[in-house]
């Protein structure tokens, strides 16, 4: 579903991506995980096309996401990308964000919108919080409202950048267990995270990145129980 192959980056002078590939079968589940600054947001942006990458190439679904014929709205249209900030729209209620996008870009009509809508709501436990606006929820909520817009768009694959790591901790897990169901469901997921936990009970590999590399890209137990870098076994032994 997800090809990344040899993938390069620069921000000018700084190569900020190095030589990355990796791959997400179809209905699989990938946990990213390295030190701040190793590039793992920016990798999961190359997916989508939100950062261009000078060297490589990544195929989504048979599309080349750096070729320059692909249609980028197109493709960002059909993956859904969960950020760490929410990103919801302040002034919109719960359900205005969750139509928005599918009436703007998929052309849906109001009702079809709505019903889609709050269906995924539904799933993430907010039906009743749908006149609401954003800043009235708690950052949990928020997220998972995040999670519920995505969904309605019917993506082929979800990209989640460090989804938990703006929440206090007893949001976390409730934000988790969404995303445990949506893995368990065969979604095909990308996610950048350090939560380990979350990482052993449903993704089937780990990649660990280190100053734009990719240093592991290994079986979730693998990782745990035997990590081949010493990068890595440090970085396991901070967090753990
Ligand atoms: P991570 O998500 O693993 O913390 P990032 O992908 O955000 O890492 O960043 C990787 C490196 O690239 C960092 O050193 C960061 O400072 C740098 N970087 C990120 N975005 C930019 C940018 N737009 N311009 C220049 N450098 C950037
Ligand atoms: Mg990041």
Redesign the pocket.
Known sequence: MIDINNVSKW??A?Q?LRECSTRVEKGAVTVIC?P????????IKTVNGLEPFQQGDIIVDGTSVGAQATDLPALRARLGMVFQNFELFPHLSVRQNLTLAQIKVLGRGEEEASARGLLYLDRVGLLAQQDKFPAQLSGGQQQRVAIARALAMDPIAMLFDEPTSALDPEMINEVLEVMVGLAQDGMTMMV?THEMGFARKVAQRVVF?DQ?AILEDVPTEEFFQAPRTERARDFLARII
């Open positions: 921000f000018g700084f900020v390295g701040s600054g190793s590039g793992k947001s920016t990798l950048v990145m734009g």
